[in-house]
């Protein structure tokens, strides 16, 4: 019920930086959580930043002083300014939204990734 695109992924040198976007379409609450998550290969995947409908923002520990998530409620668009790259940066980055369906369960959705590579 949810469709989400992501963009902005690509080719950046080390030490620049990138702004990721995700939009989603469908049935969209209006209290929702949407993110970034990110998996290289032969790696977990892992919390780049989560942010709220409210605007509570969570970071994870390798990208925290250089990313900043963002969100427009309108568009229901999320945003990842990424800055400082670093070539541990390369991964698959995934957009990811959940609502909640009742008092304790949420569903989730993913996007299908865009690539971001930083090279040395």
């Known amino acids: 019920q949810v469709q989400l695109v992501e963009s902005g992924g690509g080719l950046v040198q080390a030490g620049g930086s990138l702004r990721l976007s995700c939009a989603a379409s469908?049935?969209?609450?209006?209290?929702?959580?949407m993110g970034w998550y990110r998996q290289a290969p032969g790696k977990q995947r892992e919390l780049v930043a989560a942010?709220?409908?409210?605007?509570?923002?969570n970071y994870g520990d390798s990208v925290k002083g250089r990313c900043t998530i963002s969100r427009d409620n309108a568009k229901n668009t999320v945003y990842l300014q990424m800055n400082s790259l670093k070539p541990e940066d390369t991964a698959v980055y995934y957009c990811?939204?959940?609502?909640?369906?009742?008092?304790?369960?949420?569903?989730?959705?993913w996007g299908q990734g865009t690539q971001v590579t930083v090279s040395s």
């Open positions: 990811n939204v959940r609502r909640p369906i009742t008092m304790a369960t949420m569903d989730g959705y």
């Open positions: 469908g049935t969209i609450f209006s209290i929702n959580v």
């Open positions: 942010i709220t409908s409210g605007g509570s923002t």
